[in-house]
């Protein structure tokens, strides 16, 4: 395979994988997750699901671009997006599959940090890949917010 072709392919699939794998854990029906109380300002569920299809979208073609890029610093860089790829697939599981709001803040911290790191890491390779994930550190940070709000209001 090409390596034009190879950095399409891959970015993509890899982070379409991740997505399934991250939507399996999710569950808004069940009686614990209905049962919470919920901070005033979050989203209906169905925003959650269209905020993130835009995010890997976005993430996948920040992944594509500094692939393209054949920079040798590219290498590290997927070694810190498959670090933030697995905090992020945890979330679910820690929040909705364990019910534990406490360990889902604590991952989700470590998200936002993995986000920061790529940001910095990925504009010295390539910036536009870099401002692509802005879009994702603003919706994490968010979402720190809710599942702070969530643990406090269900202590």
């Known amino acids: ?11 993509i699939a890899i982070v379409l994988a991740l997505a399934g794998i ?10 614990w997750y209905i049962n ?3 901070p005033v300002f979050q989203p209906p ?4 699901g269209a905020a993130w299809a ?9 992944l594509v671009r500094v ?4 920079k040798p610093e590219r290498k590290k ?3 810190y997006f498959a670090l933030n790829g697995f905090f992020n697939v945890i979330w679910n599981y820690l929040f909705f599959r364990l019910h534990n709001p406490l360990l889902s803040l604590i991952d989700i ?4 940090i993995t986000i920061v790191i790529l940001i910095r890491k990925t504009h010295a390779v390539d910036r536009t890949a870099s401002y692509l994930l802005y879009a994702y550190l603003g919706w994490v940070g968010f979402a720190t917010v809710i599942n702070y709000s969530i643990y406090m209001l269900n202590l």
Do not use: N
């Open 54 to 62: 835009v995010i890997y979208g976005l993430i996948a073609y920040a």
């Open 77 to 79: 860089l997927y070694g």
């Open 109 to 112: 911290v470590l998200v936002f």
């Open 67 to 70: 692939c393209l890029t054949g």
């Open 1 to 11: 395979m090409k390596t034009k072709t190879r950095c399409i392919v891959f970015p």
């Open 36 to 38: 919470l109380i919920k």
């Open 22 to 31: 991250a939507t399996l854990g999710v569950d808004t029906h069940s009686q």
């Open 45 to 48: 569920p169905w925003a959650f």
